[in-house]
């Protein structure tokens, strides 16, 4: 099956900076790759996703970017605020034909007003 | 209110006392899984349904048992409980076609100790 990475585990900003999380998947096959926010204490929310027949995608200050070839994904949060403070979880689709999401082990992003 | 509901959301047990947690949708989802969380280790899935009478296995099924008699209800079933299942679990579902990603809903959450 999948295997999805995710780096780093934790990460600190300045209010205002930007923050990079990257994920590795070893499937060449899967061809989505959504990321989640989890809040402390509440589930995991869907915040953006990309297919693969695209490089990047962008929605407000948040941005995702695929790398195909070399099977890395990133997650790009500008102009950082505190309540983007939370756990964020990559994952991959398997694609067995199942629809299995292969998550990676998250980020905890903090960030300092 | 679209949404995924579970129950119990807190639950204190002891080793080798079965219990039964629920999960339904009202979504109409054909696909339905259930992950624990754990520090450090993500979200691991435990077992997940295709369709109605449709289950397998996911990463880490040892221990727990599923069932999907019903397309909005998928239980999970801890037969005989032990500590190393003291973890978060939770359901989600998500609409088909198969392999198209669609966004997968999840449920609140069941914290679970088991002493």
């Known amino acids: 099956g999948e295997n999805v990475e995710q780096h780093p585990s934790t990460l600190s900003v300045q209010e205002g900076d930007s923050a990079v999380i990257k994920c590795t998947y070893s499937?060449?096959?899967?061809?989505?790759f959504p990321w989640y926010k989890q809040e402390l204490g509440k589930r995991p929310q869907l915040i953006i996703d990309?297919?693969?027949?695209?490089g990047e995608k962008k929605d407000q200050r948040i941005a995702v970017t695929l790398n195909k070839t070399a099977k890395h994904f990133s997650l790009h949060i500008t102009e950082t605020q505190p309540e983007d403070s939370a756990v964020y979880f990559c994952?991959?689709?398997?694609?067995?034909?199942?629809?299995?999401?292969?998550f990676g082990t998250g980020t905890r992003l903090t960030v300092i007003p | 209110e679209a949404q995924v509901t579970q129950n119990p959301r807190y639950l204190i047990t002891v080793t080798g006392k079965k219990l039964t947690v629920t999960c339904s949708q009202n979504?109409?989802?054909?696909?339905m899984s259930w992950y624990r969380q754990d520090p450090g280790l993500g979200l691991r899935q435990i077992y997940y349904?295709?369709?109605?009478?449709?289950?397998d296995k996911g990463d880490v099924p040892e221990g727990y048992k599923v069932s999907r008699k019903e397309k909005r209800n998928f239980p999970l079933i801890l037969e005989s409980p032990s500590p190393n299942q003291t973890s978060l679990y939770f359901c989600?579902?998500?609409?088909?076609?198969?392999?198209?990603?669609?966004?997968?809903?999840f449920g609140p959450g069941t914290r679970l100790t088991v002493l």
């Open positions: 989600a579902s998500s609409s088909q076609p198969t392999g198209q990603g669609y966004e997968q809903f």
């Open positions: 990309i297919r693969s027949n695209v």
């Open positions: 349904s295709m369709n109605v009478e449709v289950t």
């Open positions: 994952a991959a689709l398997d694609q067995t034909g199942a629809n299995n999401l292969f």
């Open positions: 979504m109409n989802h054909e696909y």
């Open positions: 499937d060449s096959a899967s061809n989505y």
